[in-house]
């Protein structure tokens, strides 16, 4: 009898080892759906409450077409009441500032937008910036660079070492000019630096109009130089000094933001989101290291390498 006793209690015990293990399976796999579908993701169940979305511009800017769907995506969210921009970026190409832009400023249509810059909010990246309602910076943010550039290289004088030549018939002279494989005559860089020139005036405007003051009058802004986040609240190139505490405050007391909403994090959906995302995310975390750093590290590298055109980046000599 007690042997038959033994057994019923171990196949109840197996029952209910059973039905738990079944639901935390449920649980695992709605969680890693969470995470792997849809155009966001959002952390924690906070993300389907009334919150502040916070979204991220970090690295080199490009023309990231799922980060406009992102910032579309959260102008239609419901439950999302107001943006904070959190920046840390050298800028990028020109193209990639005016497109997300032209991206923050249909988002600041539908909700308010503030931006938070971090370590770097220069070239494309302040062009973001100035694209919200308001922006704060720390008091040593590198900030400004408003400017453009346009670099190649002359490789003719390796090419000769080499015993290379390279032939070529175009339909104009000044078809793919400049060009690496021969020298830039007058004429080729004539209309590079029209083009530079006319690109430039584009975004100084753009600066005069969103921050309403007269770029000539600002020491150094027509000649491209940075600012540290003091000197560019001097001169009125930034509205405040602050974190992201104290863009929440500004939220609730001139947007009449609710108190107490949270601050849930929206990202774009990666070629690399799924279950290998984040089990390599979940590993990495279990040495200490953030994996989604790695992956951001990994993906500001490949897109340095796609960087072409005019660009409006900031990079210290050396």
Not at 145 to 152: A, K, L, P
Not at 170 to 192: C, H, I, N, W, Y
Request: one cysteine or more.
């Amino acid at each position: 009898m007690l042997e038959a006793e033994t057994m019923v209690d171990r196949r109840r015990l197996r029952r209910r080892l059973t039905l738990w293990r079944l639901v935390a399976g449920v649980f695992a796999l709605l969680f890693i759906a969470a995470l792997t579908f849809g155009g966001q993701r959002m952390v924690g169940p906070a993300g389907f409450l009334p919150h502040i979305a916070r979204i991220s511009v970090s690295g080199i800017i490009t023309d990231d077409q799922k980060m406009y769907d992102l910032f579309d995506k959260v102008a239609k969210a419901d439950q999302v009441k107001a943006v904070i921009i959190d920046i840390n970026s050298p800028g990028g190409t020109t193209t990639g500032g005016e497109a997300m832009y032209d991206a923050i400023r249909r988002l600041a249509e539908k909700k308010p937008v503030v931006a938070v810059c971090g370590t770097l909010a220069t070239s494309a990246a302040y062009m973001a910036a100035i694209a919200t309602d308001r922006i704060f910076v720390y008091g040593n943010t590198i900030t400004g660079s408003v400017g453009v550039i346009f670099q190649w290289a002359d490789v003719t004088e390796l090419m000769k070492t080499l015993g290379v030549k390279v032939e070529e018939v175009k339909s104009g002279p000044l078809k793919a000019v400049p060009s690496p494989f021969e020298p830039t005559d007058e004429k080729g860089r004539a209309m590079a630096e029209e083009m530079v020139q006319e690109a430039k005036v584009w975004f100084v405007d753009l600066v005069g109009q969103r921050r309403q003051i007269e770029p000539a009058t600002v020491p150094g802004l027509t000649d491209g130089r940075v600012y540290s986040g003091r000197q560019a609240l001097a001169l009125k190139l930034v509205d405040e000094i602050g974190d992201e505490k104290a863009a929440k405050r500004w939220l609730q007391k001139e947007r009449n933001i609710a108190p107490g909403l949270s601050i849930v994090e929206w990202k774009p959906k990666t070629e690399s989101s799924g279950i290998l995302s984040w089990l390599f995310g979940s590993i990495a975390s279990g040495f200490g290291v953030p994996g989604e750093r790695i992956v951001s590290l990994l993906g500001q590298v490949s897109a340095g390498l796609k960087l072409d055109g005019l660009v409006s980046l900031w990079q210290p000599a050396g």
